[in-house]
């Protein structure tokens, strides 16, 4: 009989949680084993705490030299870069320019940081600048002191390769949740899609809608996870690129999708360019939904969506 195998554990720096609907439980296991190696690759090729991954090498040559990359980093790169041409910079992988010195989300940030700091940091952050060469598969990022990172699609992507992988390995339902960034197929052992919950941003544990899915994904970016308080005032770290400051209004953002990566990539910009811009791209998009709740906790959706709460 047919069981659910779960496996939670701790991958690019956030938790992961695989989960294999089979009736052997060696062979889930093995197949969990074969998503965890795939996503560590990943992690070594992307992560920025790595001298020697891919990411670091093209941070470390900004205005220096090209660097050559393997395709499918590239090709990341080319899809980020159209993400952001699609949000008008509201998504910009090159956003590594803000460091800690600026922003750090934790209890120790007790004010602002001096808007004029903020504005000469994000003077970097500028995806045009990411120069690709289609001929020699190289990167270049034109100005010195440009870092880029992948904090905005590394995960979603991760979760879309395992989910190819275990596929690919005879895996017929299954969910890769990465950090909430999750991709769901097939149906759980019972029959029935999966279903999971929106989480409520002023009770994260009480789910305030939940949604049927199958072969769909969902990414969720919220300032309930991660914020400063500075004098009784919650500052989400989703940062305006053209700004360098956080956003605000948004409380969360819930995109589904048929792909993790985009989905992913997508939250991010949507709580950037607020309620109504952001509904109306989400709503220009073919095969995307979204959920927007905003500061006064009402509920916003995409056309194409109905929640039930």
Not at 268 to 297: E, K, S
Request: hydrophobic letters at 40%; one cysteine or more; charged letters at 20%.
């Amino acid at each position: 009989m047919e069981q659910l195998h779960r496996r939670v554990l701790r991958l690019m720096g956030n938790r992961f949680e695989i989960s294999v609907v089979a009736e052997d439980k060696a062979w889930a296991e093995a197949r969990i084993d074969d998503a965890v190696s795939e996503i560590q690759r990943i992690e070594a090729l992307l992560t920025t705490f790595s001298d020697n991954s891919q990411t670091n090498q093209i941070n470390t040559q900004a205005g220096i030299a090209p660097v050559r990359v393997d395709r499918e980093v590239f090709e990341l790169i080319r899809r980020s870069l159209r993400i952001s041409e699609l949000t008008q910079g509201a998504f910009d992988i090159t956003y590594g320019s803000i460091d800690k010195s600026l922003w750090n989300f934790d209890t120790h940030m007790t004010s602002l940081p001096d808007p004029e700091t903020a504005r000469r940091m994000v003077r970097l952050i500028n995806y045009r600048n990411v120069i690709l060469n289609e001929a020699d598969g190289s990167v270049f990022l034109k100005e010195k002191g440009m870092r880029i990172g992948f904090g905005g699609i590394g995960k979603g992507y991760a979760a879309e390769m395992a989910k190819r992988l275990l596929q690919q390995k005879g895996v017929q339902s299954g969910i890769v949740n990465a950090s909430g960034d999750l991709t769901a197929w097939g149906n759980q052992p019972n029959g029935q899609p999966w279903t999971i919950g929106i989480a409520d941003p002023n009770a994260q544990s009480q789910p305030f809608s939940f949604l049927n899915i199958s072969n769909v994904a969902v990414a969720t970016s919220g300032n309930y996870e991660k914020y400063a308080l500075i004098q009784g005032k919650k500052y989400s770290h989703t940062i305006d690129p053209k700004t360098g400051l956080p956003v605000a209004g948004i409380k969360s953002v819930t995109i589904l999708s048929p792909n993790a990566e985009i989905a992913d990539a997508m939250a991010t910009p949507v709580t950037v360019m607020g309620v109504r811009v952001g509904l109306d791209l989400i709503n220009q998009m073919q095969g995307m939904a979204c959920v927007i709740i905003d500061d006064h906790d009402r509920v916003f959706t995409s056309k194409n969506i109905a929640v039930s709460r």
